[in-house]
């Protein structure tokens, strides 16, 4: 699986992003997919995961109900939906996948990763 994460930008705080991933292959819908963060100085951090057929998300408690995740098997894409940003927010944010969604909830290491998007948050 190859993933390819695009979305990212400048924005104001408050203001809105959506990030997307897209993936290769024909067996998406086999694959939990997810987002995780790492901001400069910082140790990467999960942020939010959906699995396979999309009908279960998890996410870290820092962006519950301001980052939403999406999927549309058929496009083979994944998406993440940013409200409210924060400052704090700022990282480069990378999609994974993994055929487990367990490995998301467990903080395993994921099979498959996409490379970074920048999000800047400016206050």
């Known amino acids: 699986v ?3 994460a695009s979305g990212g930008g400048l924005v104001q705080a408050g203001g ?5 991933c897209a993936a290769s292959g024909r067996t998406f819908s086999r694959y939990a997919m997810g ?6 100085g910082k140790e990467r951090e999960f942020v939010t995961a959906i699995s396979g057929s999309g009908g279960t998300t998890y996410a870290a408690e820092s962006v519950k109900g301001r980052f939403t995740i999406s999927r549309d098997n058929a496009k ?6 940013m409200n409210s940003l924060k400052p704090e927010d700022t990282a ?17 290491e994921c099979d498959y990763w996409g490379q970074g998007t920048q999000v800047t948050v400016s206050s």
């Open 16 to 20: 809105s992003l959506r990030l997307s």
């Open 92 to 108: 480069v944010y990378y999609c994974a996948a993994d055929p487990n969604y367990s490995t998301f909830l467990l903080a395993g």
């Open 2 to 4: 190859q993933l390819q």
């Open 35 to 40: 987002w995780f963060r790492q901001a400069p």
């Open 76 to 81: 083979n894409l994944v998406y993440l939906q």
